[in-house]
């Protein structure tokens, strides 16, 4: 099965014309691999860390909407500089004690794709408490699939049931939108045990499997 979304990262040499090439190119095999899995394509997702704002709009203006950051505070600069219809996904390590800065200083804030940790949990659906957001903050638990590789975060795969249910249960702010993993470089059984990880949490939530979105690794 296909992820449900991708990543496609920039290079800072990059104009206009290259930008927007290199995105047809993408959707494109993206769209032709959905078809052949008979399904629909997946969400792309523009890693934009380091990257100037600048390239950030050329991105923009080629039709990209879901951008990726790794940094808390890089984020927190970019995000008024950008249109207000982005959609910010938050893809590093998140310190808990940097959940309020983010969330704060990311109004436009959709996603953050690496939660870890009840902690974490609790301090980003305190400071969704505290910044008033009109709708909650997406989530997805990260997954650790490639135990053995010593330098991936995120939860085993036997303990991502009881993180979503501790935001289902105690996070009214925050709404699990599903699962992510990186994954070890060319081992597809890592999105493999992310598949099944998702199916056994769907069915601990009492929720169909397909309402959990899979975010798996780089392209």
Request: hydrophobic content about 45%; some cysteine; glycine content about 8%.
């Amino acid at each position: 099965a296909l992820p449900r979304h991708r990543y496609v990262c920039m290079t800072a040499s990059q104009e206009l014309s290259p930008i927007a090439a290199a995105l047809t190119e993408v959707r494109s095999r993206v769209s032709e691999a959905a078809a052949a899995a008979n399904r629909s394509p997946p969400r792309l997702v523009a890693v934009s860390k380091t990257k100037p704002v600048p390239l950030l709009l050329e991105a923009y203006e080629a039709g990209m909407r879901d951008f990726g950051e790794n940094y808390v505070q890089e984020l927190v600069e970019k995000a008024p500089q950008m249109p207000s219809d982005v959609s910010w996904r938050f893809i590093g390590k998140l310190q808990s004690n940097k959940a309020k800065l983010l969330v704060q200083g990311v109004p436009s804030l959709a996603v953050v794709e690496t939660l870890d940790s009840v902690k974490l949990a609790d301090r980003l659906q305190k400071a969704v408490e505290a910044g008033g957001r009109d709708t909650p903050l997406g989530v997805m638990v990260q997954v650790n699939t490639s135990p053995w590789e010593g330098s991936k975060g995120g939860v085993l795969p036997e303990e991502a049931g009881a993180l979503a249910e501790h935001v289902q249960a105690r996070c009214p702010g925050l709404v699990l939108e599903g699962l992510m993993t990186i994954g070890a470089p060319g081992e597809a059984s890592c999105f493999r045990t992310l598949l099944s990880c998702r199916d056994a949490v769907a069915a601990q939530l009492d929720v169909p499997a397909a309402a959990l979105e899979l975010s798996m690794g780089m392209s």
